[in-house]
């Protein structure tokens, strides 16, 4: 009998990394295995999941979790993956990327070897301060491309799409991309079936490949100073009247300024913006709850269901009942 093929599969665990986002990829793989070990030997692979670390082979805790990850320059990977940030925001992710020289060091040895460097959501921040996305396509969690944008202007990001691949670097979408990147790997390395049968025991879906389903413009990082104040302050007032001119003042701007970065920052009014926020909150509330169509207007800051059932339609093109049985949802 033949022995499987054995592929192996680092993590790179850092300070400040996301648990989860680190651990994922070590489920999917032994899931991928106990499928494998049911094929004919001769389609047989293995998969051998490991965390390691840029610190040497010492504890790292992350997210209030205590990892014991392999020396990476000791361990011979056939690719590996950089994890997310563990954040909030954008501004914890700059603190993070402060402290992980050794790991860009790391990364950049790795890449230099020609094997295949993956980055799960904003893990593709730290491999971007590496330099190592500079001239190269790449994606990141869709909310935070503006703040990567302007941080990384040399990467050649396409935040639209669930996973991007450019010659030897892969990087992969929001946080629960995490799965389509290690089911990724699975299918790059073990075969298309694998794939797809991995992807059925986790029930998920194997054939996302967009992030634009899941974008809520309203909650996107990084449009700059002005911008992020005026969001604030339309957020805090979403079923309240109020004017650009009281919203400029607060901003410190003129109107015209403000209407002007809003436009540039977002394609919106600061009016259009707000619109935008009450129909996801409108959305959200028919998808998680059975409240009347009455009731969602309400909360979401519309004087009257009309008005809400018309400004529903005209963003998401269908009524808010055609919009809960269009997706199963409870009326």
Same mark, same amino acid.
């Not at 320059?73 to 590996?80: P, V």
């Given at each position: 009998?033949?022995?499987?093929?054995?592929?192996?599969?680092?993590?790179?665990?850092?300070?400040?990394c996301l648990?989860?986002?680190?651990?994922?990829?070590?489920?999917?793989?032994?899931?991928?295995?106990?499928?494998?070990?049911?094929?004919?030997?001769?389609?047989?692979?293995?998969?051998?999941?490991?965390?390691?670390?840029?610190?040497?082979?010492?504890?790292?805790?992350?997210?209030?979790?205590?990892?014991?990850?392999?020396?990476?320059?000791?361990?011979?990977?056939?690719?590996?993956?950089?994890?997310?940030?563990?954040?909030?925001?954008?501004?914890?992710?700059?603190?993070?990327?402060?402290?992980?020289?050794?790991?860009?060091?790391? &990364?950049?040895?790795?890449?230099?070897?020609?094997?295949?460097?993956?980055?799960?959501?904003?893990?593709?921040?730290?491999?971007?301060?590496?330099? &190592?996305?500079?001239?190269?396509?790449?994606?990141?969690?869709?909310?935070?491309?503006?703040? @990567? &944008?302007?941080? @990384?202007?040399?990467?050649?990001?396409?935040?639209?799409?669930?996973?991007?691949?450019?010659?030897?670097?892969?990087?992969?979408?929001?946080?629960?991309?995490s799965l389509?990147?290690?089911?990724?790997?699975?299918?790059?390395?073990?075969?298309?079936?694998?794939?797809?049968?991995?992807?059925?025991?986790?029930?998920?879906?194997?054939?996302?490949?967009?992030?634009?389903? @899941?974008?809520?413009?309203?909650?996107?990082?990084?449009?700059?100073?002005?911008?992020?104040?005026?969001?604030?302050?339309?957020?805090?007032?979403?079923?309240?009247?109020?004017?650009?001119?009281?919203?400029?003042?607060?901003?410190?701007?003129?109107?015209?300024? &403000?209407l002007r970065?809003?436009?540039?920052?977002?394609?919106?009014?600061?009016?259009?913006?707000?619109?935008?926020?009450?129909?996801?909150?409108?959305?959200?509330?028919?998808?998680?709850?059975?409240?009347?169509?009455?009731?969602?207007?309400?909360?979401?800051?519309?004087?009257?269901?009309?008005?809400?059932?018309?400004?529903?339609?005209?963003?998401?093109?269908?009524?808010?009942?055609?919009?809960?049985?269009?997706?199963?949802?409870?009326?």
């Amino acid at each position: 009998m033949n022995p499987a093929r054995t592929i192996s599969i680092g993590v790179l665990a850092y300070p400040g990394c996301l648990p989860s986002s680190a651990t994922i990829p070590l489920d999917v793989l032994r899931i991928a295995n106990a499928i494998a070990a049911l094929r004919p030997s001769s389609l047989r692979v293995r998969f051998e999941g490991r965390l390691v670390s840029a610190r040497g082979a010492r504890p790292i805790t992350a997210g209030g979790l205590s990892f014991n990850p392999a020396s990476l320059a000791r361990t011979d990977t056939d690719a590996l993956i950089v994890p997310s940030i563990d954040h909030r925001g954008a501004a914890d992710i700059a603190t993070v990327l402060a402290t992980l020289e050794r790991e860009r060091e790391a &990364l950049i040895e790795y890449a230099a070897g020609g094997r295949l460097l993956a980055s799960a959501c904003s893990g593709a921040c730290v491999a971007a301060s590496a330099g &190592l996305l500079d001239g190269r396509r790449c994606t990141t969690s869709w909310w935070l491309a503006p703040w @990567f &944008l302007q941080r @990384f202007p040399m990467a050649l990001l396409d935040a639209e799409h669930m996973l991007v691949r450019d010659g030897g670097l892969l990087s992969s979408g929001g946080v629960s991309s995490s799965l389509d990147l290690a089911l990724w790997l699975v299918g790059h390395f073990g075969g298309e079936e694998l794939r797809q049968l991995s992807a059925r025991m986790l029930a998920t879906d194997p054939n996302r490949t967009s992030q634009s389903p @899941f974008v809520a413009s309203a909650m996107v990082e990084g449009e700059g100073e002005t911008v992020e104040r005026a969001r604030d302050w339309i957020r805090q007032r979403i079923g309240r009247p109020w004017s650009v001119a009281q919203l400029a003042r607060h901003c410190g701007v003129t109107p015209r300024t &403000l209407l002007r970065r809003f436009q540039e920052a977002l394609r919106l009014t600061p009016s259009g913006y707000a619109q935008q926020l009450r129909v996801e909150r409108a959305r959200e509330l028919l998808e998680t709850t059975s409240l009347a169509v009455g009731e969602v207007a309400r909360r979401a800051g519309y004087d009257t269901q009309a008005a809400f059932s018309r400004t529903f339609k005209r963003w998401t093109q269908a009524t808010p009942a055609e919009y809960r049985r269009r997706f199963g949802l409870r009326h």
